[in-house]
């Protein structure tokens, strides 16, 4: 079992940049496919962006490609999104969630992956 601490979500206003991050624990984080996904009372939990166990393979979601980064450092068990040129559509609640897998497959549904975060939030002002 792998536990998740997220970290890094703050209050920005819009234009602004955040870096998030995930702590793993628990369990070989390099076994793990790892994801963000972001939740708001309106959209639920939506897909962002995953990165295989290696950290060579990642896909971003469509409205975020380009602005958003996924990337992940084996060596520190550790899990990144950074987000630039951020607008208020960005605010959400963010989790990672893992995935005990090292395919090739991109997963992008929350019923894919096993264990989640707590979250960290993120408000863009306008």
């Known amino acids: 079992q792998v536990r998740l601490v997220e970290s890094g979500g703050a209050s920005v206003q819009a234009g602004g940049s955040l870096k998030l991050s995930c702590a793993a624990s628990g369990h070989d984080f390099r076994e793990y496919t790892m994801a963000w996904f972001r939740q708001t009372p309106r959209n639920g939990r939506a897909f962002v962006a995953t990165i295989n166990f290696y950290g060579d393979t990642y896909y971003v979601a469509a409205p975020n490609n380009g602005r958003f980064t996924i990337s992940r450092d084996n060596a520190k068990n550790e899990l990144y999104l950074r987000m630039n040129n951020l607008g208020p559509e960005d605010t959400a609640l963010y989790y990672c969630?893992?995935?005990?897998?090292?395919?090739?497959?991109?997963?992008?549904?929350?019923?894919?992956?096993?264990?989640w975060g707590q979250g960290t939030q993120v408000t863009v002002s306008s």
């Open positions: 969630a893992a995935k005990a897998y090292r395919g090739t497959i991109q997963y992008i549904r929350p019923d894919d992956y096993t264990y």
